[in-house]
T-cell receptor, first 112, second 114 residues
Framework: DAKTTQPPSMDCAEGRAANLPCNHS???????VYWYRQIHSQGPQYIIHGLKNNETNEMASLIITEDRKSSTLILPHATLRDTAVYYCIVRGSGGSNYKLTFGKGTLLTVNP | DSGVTQTPKHLITATGQRVTLRCSPRSGDLSVYWYQQSLDQGLQFLIQYYNGEERAKGNILERFSAQQFPDLHSELNLSSLELGDSALYFCASSVIPTTINVLTFGAGSRLTVL
């Protein structure tokens, strides 16, 4: 699985959009980008995933660059409850091993 | 409530002891994953089961073992406990491990070894 690089921390004002970047320059063609978040000591929560097209769901939007070497998770209107560690994970589609490998993620702090 | 049930929520025990953590996957999910999260290590994958069979192994110590039963619930057994085993242990489940594999996590079991 490709390695990802995320900033260790970011701040965002409540009500503003939070844009969380992720670099995955060694991503290969069949690898998906997944985003999870973990609110303090709770179980990680799935947010969104994508291959090459931009994706949107009720929680967030995922923008993947055309060369797929980086992506951005967008929380359109951040709230205090969005304060969490956000994990960007790249995982291949082949083989029998479908675990997700978590890195250190980005601690997003939403300020009032 | 994610649908993944872990028990117990909290457990305090002594070094050298043995404990069992239990996980019931979300209804319909066939695959179970165990993760360990300690303060200095982050989320570490331990082991994965699919329909009762072990599918993948991560950094799981020999003192730890797991299994998935016919009713699909899973147990993680931790023996000869050491202080460093104190951590949050998460169970996750997924429908079938395929190309798109979204994991649903439980709330975790917090183990404290004194």
């Amino acid at each position: 699985d490709a390695k990802t690089t995320q900033p260790p921390s970011m701040d965002c004002a409540e009500g503003r959009a939070a844009n969380l970047p992720c670099n995955h320059s060694t991503i290969s063609g069949n690898e998906y980008v997944y985003w999870y978040r973990q609110i303090h000591s709770q179980g990680p929560q799935y947010i969104i995933h994508g291959l090459k097209n931009n994706e949107t769901n009720e929680m967030a939007s995922l923008i993947i660059t055309e060369d797929r070497k980086s992506s951005t998770l967008i929380l359109p209107h951040a709230t205090l409850r969005d304060t969490a560690v956000y994990y960007c994970i790249v995982r291949g589609s082949g083989g029998s091993n479908y675990k997700l490998t978590f890195g250190k993620g980005t601690l997003l702090t939403v300020n009032p | 409530d994610s649908g993944v049930t872990q028990t117990p929520k909290h457990l305090i025990t002594a070094t050298g002891q043995r404990v069992t953590l239990r996980c019931s996957p979300r209804s319909g999910d066939l695959s179970v994953y165990w993760y360990q999260q300690s303060l200095d290590q982050g989320l570490q994958f331990l082991i994965q089961y699919y329909n009762g069979e072990e599918r993948a192994k991560g950094n799981i110590l020999e003192r730890f073992s797991a299994q998935q039963f016919p009713d699909l619930h899973s147990e993680l057994n931790l023996s000869s406990l050491e202080l460093g085993d104190s951590a949050l242990y998460f169970c996750a489940s997924s429908v079938i491990p395929t190309t798109i594999n979204v994991l649903t996590f439980g709330a975790g079991s917090r183990l404290t070894v004194l």
